[in-house]
């Protein structure tokens, strides 16, 4: 028989055999569950859309006059008159600037007197030279005396020349103290007021600028300038013939139109782009000079592309990359060469970028939850892809 004692140590080893049986069998369920780890994220996928598109190149510019003219005297003198309103409109030839005439006056009037002096001694030694002419007829003056007069005739005959120039030059300096708009455009604000002295060839007086058409001035990468050249060698038409549109800063769009009248002759080694410019008409004046613009310049036409989601896009220093669904539902990378990026009709579209390489058609794009991705290969849960996010199919970008 056991007695009490015995017993109670028996209980106790039973109790302790139980405890560690349980403790062991947790134990290895929770190595089961760390084993088995936490579950793939979910991840938003796409298919790659493949459809003709129309990717017209954008670049930005600003818009410039054709004719700008900065208005400088051409006679020193004193500000007598502003004779146009600032800001508005000028035809050419009109009235701009007057300064003060009366020394001009007096200079044109004084040469004016020198040369009435130099015709009236001119028509005295003519009358002399008819005179002698007619007596070394009869022997009567010597050759000598002829041959004076004569070279006295052609003395006045030169003052009367140079006194005719003065006048001229004065006439002219008279005309100068008239500024007038050389060209048809809109007046900046005077720079001079009533009173103030304005010298030679040296004060600013204010500025014209042509309105109608425009400039806009635009730099072109080099790579889409090569691109330009080809496809304009291949269309049998130069690469300065190419239409453009134009949209200002407030504008969705591309309302106005215009081409591209010019290129550069060289490209500048330091930005790797090249000048380009582009004219359109500006009936409503709606463009003024130093205005940001936006150039759209579509060379490329239409062509079938690969098309995906903006978002998908991820970047690893200079290189481009997204991740595709592969096999065993891992994501995989795949480093891509863009295209332009397509902007849809739809206000809510998302921006899609076409892949020139780099990406298959079949594949399947994570256009979400990119950020739940740690490292290439990594085990993930596809999900379809909102509509929102998906192209539809047939829609171009905005003209």
Sequence with gaps: MFNTLEIWRLVQVTCLAATMMHLSGCNSDAAANSNQGPPPPEVDVASVVTRAVNAPDEFNGRVS???TVSLRPRVS??????????????????LLFVIDQRPYKDALNTVLAQLERAKTASRLAKAQVDRVQTLIAANAVSREEFDSRQADLEQTLSDVRAAEAAVASAKLNLAFTEIRAPIS???????LSVGNLAQSDQSLLSTVVSQDPMYVYFNCDERSYQRFQEIAKRNGRTATSGAVRIGLASDTGFPYEGKVNF??????PETGTIR?????????RRLTPGMFARVQFDANGEFKAMLVNERAILTDQDRKYLYVVGPENKAMRKDVMLGPLIREAKADAPSLRVI???????????????????YPGMVVKPVNAPAETVAEAGTKPPM
């Design 185 to 191: 455009g809109r007046a900046g604000r005077a720079m």
């Design 65 to 67: 006059a054709v004719d």
């Design 77 to 94: 003198g004193y500000i007598e008159r502003v004779a146009y309103k600032e800001g508005d409109e000028v035809s050419k030839g009109d």
């Design 263 to 268: 290129l550069d002759n060289h490209v500048d």
């Design 276 to 284: 380009a410019r582009a004219i359109l008409p500006n009936p409503d």
């Design 356 to 374: 020139e390489s780099g990406l298959d058609a079949n594949d399947k794009v994570i256009v979400g939850g990119t950020q739940k991705i740690f």
